[in-house]
């Protein structure tokens, strides 16, 4: 009982020093450049992968985790980006590096009007009403074959890698990922941990004094909603990339599953606990595959359960509870100053005020949890 007392419980954020969190960053993407260029096709096109699945999962753990939203039509908006891609690329000759700004902008620009009538609703009426645009999404492909070609796809052919590269267009395509997925990261990063998060937190937590003191509740969820649409959309188009087909059946209640099983694994709220999040829903339903082709299927289920009961603030739990007290005693300007490594400390075992900083925590994690 004590092991699942220890894992329920939440962990504050590590407080490292700026030295070692630029040299953390730094060493992370040198290794993800070289990565490509010393693995098969089949290996990049996982991590290609996992990169989609970043950039989706950042705009919705910043919409769900931060500002307390669920969404389970996230796939619809993945879904637009896809098509946008393929009927772009195939049928109208536009330029494939044009399509990411495109798809962003039609998806802020739909996810907005989306968000404008949803996001009155709350809790379990706002994730039914989003259900609904995740099940519809393979019906309204196949509806519109004239210009999706419905049950058939669309074979996606763009994407080459220019010659004086040198590479390979896995490589290529890799990269295209790695670039658009750093930038989402370093984005949602700022906005997460600045004011604008700051106003997110409390409207998830209380809406009614947020509105008080002035934060615009609805337009901030709505244009949160907007963004997140649209970073949905821009993996959608970095999919295509990747899959290079695009078909209805791709875009159902699965990936639906899947976006929200990744933000729940790698832990609400928290930004890094996106990428731990993507490497489970690529890795780990193909693990299990080669166990039983049958355990594939109900890889996101069982996860889901197990993470809410066993491990509800996630991955980064785990990380945050091992490195802590290493990462505490490293010395070096924290990103707060003095004040900031002071609390670091004392928010370790038998540091002083370790049970308050996690009350704290509590405080804010458990109404994450009441969403679920």
Same mark, same amino acid.
């Given at each position: 009982?004590?092991?699942?007392?220890?894992?329920?419980?939440?962990?504050?954020?590590?407080?490292?020093?700026?030295?070692?969190?630029?040299?953390?960053?730094?060493?992370?993407?040198?290794?993800?450049?070289?990565?490509?260029?010393?693995?098969?096709?089949?290996?990049?096109?996982?991590?290609?992968?996992?990169?989609?699945?970043?950039?989706?999962?950042?705009?919705?753990?910043?919409?769900?985790?931060?500002?307390?939203?669920?969404?389970?039509?996230?796939?619809?908006?993945?879904?637009?980006?896809?098509?946008?891609?393929?009927?772009?690329?195939?049928?109208?000759?536009?330029?494939?590096?044009?399509?990411?700004?495109?798809?962003?902008?039609?998806?802020?620009?739909?996810?907005?009007?989306?968000?404008?009538? $949803?996001?009155?609703?709350?809790?379990?009426?706002?994730?039914?009403?989003?259900?609904?645009?995740?099940?519809?999404?393979? $019906?309204?492909?196949?509806?519109?074959?004239?210009?999706?070609?419905?049950?058939?796809?669309?074979?996606?052919?763009?994407?080459?890698?220019?010659?004086?590269?040198?590479?390979?267009?896995?490589?290529?395509?890799?990269?295209?990922?790695?670039?658009?997925?750093?930038?989402?990261?370093?984005?949602?990063?700022?906005?997460?941990?600045?004011?604008?998060?700051?106003?997110?937190?409390?409207?998830?937590?209380?809406?009614?004094? +947020?509105?008080?003191?002035?934060?615009?509740?609805?337009?901030?969820?709505?244009?949160?909603?907007?963004?997140?649409?649209?970073?949905?959309?821009?993996?959608?188009?970095?999919?295509?990339?990747?899959?290079?087909?695009? @078909?209805?059946?791709?875009? @159902?209640?699965?990936?639906?599953? +899947?976006?929200?099983?990744?933000?729940?694994?790698?832990?609400?709220?928290?930004?890094?606990?996106?990428?731990?999040?993507?490497?489970?829903?690529?890795?780990?339903?193909?693990?299990?595959?080669?166990?039983?082709?049958?355990?594939?299927?109900?890889?996101?289920?069982?996860?889901?359960?197990?993470?809410?009961?066993?491990?509800?603030?996630?991955?980064?739990?785990?990380?945050?509870?091992?490195?802590?007290?290493?990462?505490?005693?490293?010395?070096?300007?924290?990103?707060?100053?003095?004040? $900031?490594?002071?609390?670091?400390?004392?928010?370790?075992?038998?540091?002083?005020?370790?049970?308050? $900083?996690?009350?704290?925590?509590?405080?804010?994690?458990?109404?994450?949890?009441?969403?679920?």
């Amino acid at each position: 009982m004590r092991m699942f007392e220890l894992l329920r419980r939440p962990r504050a954020e590590l407080d490292a020093p700026v030295w070692l969190s630029r040299a953390t960053m730094i060493l992370v993407v040198l290794v993800a450049a070289v990565a490509p260029l010393v693995s098969a096709p089949y290996v990049n096109f996982d991590r290609s992968m996992v990169l989609v699945y970043i950039v989706v999962g950042l705009g919705l753990n910043l919409l769900t985790g931060n500002t307390g939203q669920i969404s389970l039509g996230h796939g619809f908006f993945f879904a637009l980006g896809a098509y946008l891609s393929a009927v772009l690329v195939e049928n109208h000759g536009v330029p494939y590096l044009l399509l990411i700004p495109i798809a962003f902008a039609v998806g802020y620009v739909v996810g907005y009007l989306f968000g404008l009538p $949803a996001l009155r609703l709350h809790g379990l009426r706002l994730a039914l009403a989003t259900l609904g645009l995740a099940l519809v999404t393979p $019906a309204v492909i196949k509806r519109f074959e004239h210009v999706t070609d419905g049950q058939a796809g669309i074979n996606i052919f763009g994407a080459e890698a220019p010659e004086f590269t040198g590479l390979a267009r896995d490589q290529w395509v890799y990269y295209l990922c790695l670039v658009v997925a750093l930038v989402a990261y370093l984005v949602v990063r700022r906005l997460a941990t600045g004011r604008i998060g700051r106003s997110l937190i409390a409207i998830r937590d209380y809406e009614a004094v +947020a509105t008080t003191l002035g934060v615009p509740a609805t337009r901030t969820k709505t244009t949160i909603f907007a963004f997140s649409a649209a970073l949905a959309g821009v993996g959608g188009v970095l999919y295509s990339f990747v899959v290079q087909y695009v @078909g209805p059946e791709a875009f @159902g209640l699965p990936l639906a599953i +899947a976006f929200i099983t990744m933000i729940v694994v790698g832990g609400l709220g928290t930004v890094p606990g996106v990428v731990f999040g993507a490497f489970f829903v690529v890795y780990v339903p193909q693990w299990t595959a080669d166990i039983n082709q049958s355990a594939a299927g109900i890889t996101y289920g069982v996860a889901l359960i197990l993470f809410i009961f066993v491990l509800p603030y996630g991955v980064i739990s785990l990380v945050r509870q091992g490195f802590g007290p290493v990462v505490a005693r490293i010395p070096g300007r924290r990103r707060g100053g003095p004040a $900031a490594a002071g609390a670091a400390r004392s928010s370790t075992p038998g540091g002083g005020r370790g049970d308050a $900083a996690e009350r704290e925590v509590d405080e804010s994690a458990a109404t994450q949890l009441r969403m679920l």
